[in-house]
């Protein structure tokens, strides 16, 4: 029995059955990572043919909401988390905002001589001693992101024996060592994942990332933090506030 539509309405079918198919996956009804209705079948329970289907389904897909594995079918995206960059904070931070659960997987955290580039980022000497602490980080037991952060021993000494699977690393940084975050510098870039990041990320070699590198600074404008963050492309979406300045 084809679901109704307003036929004799001036918004087209394929715009009434792309904001039907949108609301459904909003409701959780077509559920992520599940096989999507074919053309076929959606263009029996609408009563159009499949050439106003194709149309709405290619709404879904610029808005990321379904993708298509060449070979497999159609599925349902998961929902993307929106990366603020107005707001300086955390990945624990923005997952609990988000009504998510964070946790980390501390893969190493060791010290190390900082080369060139880091040094450079904490206004340190080359060769000077820096923490390394790689994560992987989970939003409901999922993995999100890697993380690849150096800092400063000085500044934070027997970081090493704090366990930073569950704590906040800024919030670690604040509390412990007197080091609250102010401000940082940050920039964004798209990537394709390496296998290991492919490995760790749960997802395909070759897909797409998006690659965030920040300094954080302190009060004092000191630079305390040097991270690299590898987050995936089908769960985060980077969202920037604009404004003109004044003239």
Do not use: W
Not at 129 to 141: I, K, S, T
Not at 177 to 205: C, D, M, V, W
Not at 217 to 236: G, L, M, W
């Amino acid at each position: 029995m084809p679901t109704t539509l307003l036929r004799n309405s001036q918004i087209p079918l394929h715009t009434q059955i792309t904001e039907a198919l949108r609301l459904q996956i909003h409701y959780a009804e077509l559920k992520a990572g599940e096989n999507f209705p074919s053309e076929r079948e959606l263009a029996e329970r609408y009563g159009v043919s499949r050439m106003t289907v194709r149309q709405a389904l290619r709404y879904l897909r610029q808005e990321g909401l379904i993708y298509h594995e060449r070979g497999v079918g159609t599925f349902v995206s998961s929902r993307k988390i929106d990366v603020h960059t107005r707001n300086l904070s955390g990945f624990s931070e923005e997952m609990v905002s988000l009504g998510l659960a964070p946790s980390s997987r501390v893969l190493q955290l060791k010290r190390e001589s900082a080369g060139e580039k880091i040094a450079g980022d904490l206004d340190l000497e080359t060769g000077a001693e820096v923490f390394h602490l790689e994560r992987l980080r989970l939003a409901d037991d999922e993995p999100m992101a890697f993380e690849s952060t150096y800092l400063p021993s000085a500044l934070c000494p027997e970081l090493d024996r704090i366990d930073l699977t569950k704590n906040s690393l800024y919030k670690v940084l604040s509390e412990n060592y007197n080091l609250p975050i102010h401000h940082a510098a940050e920039s964004l870039e798209a990537a394709a994942a390496n296998r290991f990041l492919a490995e760790q990320l749960g997802i395909k070699t070759g897909s797409p990332v998006l690659v965030v590198h920040r300094v954080v600074f302190s009060e004092s404008n000191q630079p305390i933090e040097s991270a690299h963050t590898t987050y995936r492309a089908d769960r985060y979406r980077a969202t920037f506030y604009l404004s003109k300045n004044a003239l």
